[in-house]
Nanobody
């Protein structure tokens, strides 16, 4: 069974930083494209960042460019999202996703994690 497990969420003050991790089970996942999305209460899920299987291509939502960094360690089958200068409006459930078909910025990923809560206090 394919699984994605997120960790690293929590409560942080505005301007602070958090690093999210997403560990994938199964060797087949190692070179899948990975993405991060977030969903705040009452809002639609939105794209945050994505990275290709090799790590050579990275895409970011305009709202996070320059503050967030997506990276991956294929030896550990893990993808990371370093989030700096966090804002209260970025409080949301953050989800990791994986896709065998390549990097994408829409929500049509094949596999999803359960999500991890990030709360940014003002």
């Amino acid at each position: 069974q394919v699984q994605l497990v997120e960790s690293g969420g929590g409560l942080v003050q505005a301007g602070g930083s958090l690093r999210l991790s997403c560990a994938a089970s199964g060797r087949a996942f190692i070179y899948y494209a990975k993405g991060w999305f977030r969903q705040a209460p009452g809002k639609e899920r939105e794209f945050v960042a994505a990275i290709s299987g090799s790590g050579g291509i990275r895409n970011y939502a305009n709202s996070v460019k320059g503050r967030f960094t997506i990276s991956r360690d294929n030896a550990k089958n893990t993808v990371y999202l370093q989030m700096n200068s966090l804002k209260p409006e970025e409080t949301a459930m953050y989800y990791c996703a994986a896709d065998s078909r390549g990097i994408r910025t829409d929500s049509g990923y094949e596999y999803w994690g359960q999500g991890v809560q990030v709360t940014v206090s003002s």
